[in-house]
């Protein structure tokens, strides 16, 4: 069955300061990967996908196959980036569900 | 409308009433997700449809949780005899596979339950 474990409930870190959330996943298939942010008082909403291999608000994430992880990555943090952040699976079997990790509230400080 | 709607946004209840909750889909989606929010904590899963069937129904807490998915579209999420430990935001989310892959979950904006 697939599996996405967030190891960090809380991520302190000062602005200015690297960030990295860390994802791993567990899947025999090929695996889609997400990250999700939830803002405060607002929606959970997407913020990349491996597929794309983009650059979102200064955030990026490489699926390392090898290591089955999936980390997000920002070299600078910035005040507005404290939120809660959720690594998600998307499978191809199993009725195509998307598997949600338990999430990283990340706080950035002054 | 074009997003995931949830009704109510926020409902209390007393201790041991029934209440249900509801969740209008992205038009197509063929997945919808029920999760749940408590004070401080992640997302815990607790029921995924495909269609009309539940596939995966076992982050269900007790049997006092039930939900129900028809036409393909709006679901009901009910709780029996709710009880102070159900309080938390009800999430749903929709989402769709192409056979490019996984579209994005988009989720509602959530009913918060407090149960007095």
């Known amino acids: 069955a697939q599996r996405v474990t967030q190891p960090e409930k809380l991520l302190s870190v000062f602005k200015g300061a690297p960030v990295e959330l860390k994802c791993n996943y567990s899947?025999?298939?090929?695996?889609?990967l997400f990250w999700y942010v939830q803002y405060s008082r607002q929606r959970l909403q997407l913020l990349l996908r491996?597929?794309s291999r983009e650059s979102i608000k200064g955030f990026t994430a490489d699926l390392n196959k090898g290591e089955t992880s999936f980390h997000l990555k920002k070299p600078f943090a910035q005040e507005e980036d404290s939120a809660m952040y959720y690594c998600?699976?998307?499978?191809?079997?199993?009725?195509?569900?998307?598997?949600f990790g338990t999430g990283t509230q990340l706080k950035v400080e002054l | 409308g074009a997003g995931v709607s949830q009704s109510p946004s926020n409902k209390v209840t007393e201790k041991g009433k029934d209440v249900e909750l509801r969740c209008d889909p992205i038009?197509?989606?063929?997945?919808l997700y029920w999760y749940r929010q408590s004070l401080g904590q992640g997302l815990e899963f607790l029921i995924y449809?495909?269609?009309?069937?539940?596939?995966?129904k076992s982050g269900l807490p007790s049997d006092r949780f039930s939900a129900e998915r028809t036409g393909g579209s709006v679901s009901t999420l009910t709780i029996q005899r709710t009880q102070q430990e159900d309080s938390a935001v009800y999430l749903c989310?929709?989402?769709?596979?192409?056979?490019?892959?996984?579209?994005?979950?988009?989720f509602g904006q959530g009913t918060r339950l407090t149960v007095v």
């Open positions: 989310a929709s989402s769709f596979r192409s056979r490019h892959g996984h579209t994005e979950a988009f």
């Open positions: 899947y025999s298939g090929s695996p889609e």
């Open positions: 491996h597929i």
């Open positions: 998600a699976l998307g499978v191809t079997g199993g009725g195509n569900k998307l598997t």
């Open positions: 038009s197509g989606h063929t997945a």
């Open positions: 449809f495909q269609g009309n069937s539940a596939p995966d």
